[in-house]
C-alpha cells in the first residue's frame, strides 16, 4: 500500500505560479512512475502530467505544455508539480497518483491515489 499526501495548493492570480508537491510513503518509490491529475467540477478528471522512475522521461497534456514541470526526488519519496502562468481554467483539484507499469495517460492505470489539493486561479 502506497499513501501519497498532496501539498501546495492554494488561490493565486491569472499569470502566477505555484508548486504542488506529493510525498509518497514507501520504500520503493522509485519502481513508481507518477502522475498529476486534476479535476474541475463537473468535469472527468483528466491527465497533466507523468514521470517515470528514474526521471528520464516527462509527459504532460498539450494544455499545460510548456507552463508546468514536474520532477522528482527519489531520495525524498516526493513529486512535484511547477505550475507557472497560470490560468482560470487551470482551477482544479489536482491529485497525484502512482503507478508501477501502465498507460500513464489513463487515470484507471493508476494504483494508488492522494486525497487532492484544490489550486484556484482567479482572473
Known amino acids: 500500500q502506497v499513501q501519497l499526501v498532496e501539498s501546495g495548493g492554494g488561490l493565486v492570480q491569472a499569470g502566477g505560479s505555484l508548486r504542488l508537491s506529493c510525498a509518497a510513503s514507501t520504500r520503493t518509490f522509485s519502481r513508481y512512475t507518477m502522475g498529476w491529475f486534476r479535476q474541475a467540477p463537473g468535469k472527468e478528471r483528466e491527465f497533466v502530467a507523468a514521470i517515470t522512475w528514474s526521471g528520464g522521461s516527462t509527459y504532460y497534456a498539450d494544455s499545460v505544455k510548456g507552463r508546468f514541470t514536474i520532477s522528482r526526488d527519489n531520495a525524498k519519496n516526493t513529486v512535484y508539480l511547477q505550475m507557472n502562468s497560470l490560468k482560470p481554467e487551470d482551477t482544479a483539484v489536482y491529485y497525484c497518483?502512482?503507478?508501477?507499469?501502465?498507460?500513464?495517460?489513463?487515470?484507471?492505470?493508476?494504483?494508488?491515489w492522494g486525497q487532492g489539493t484544490q489550486v484556484t486561479v482567479s482572473s
Open positions: 497518483a502512482a503507478v508501477v507499469a501502465g498507460d500513464h495517460r489513463v487515470a484507471g492505470g493508476y494504483d494508488f
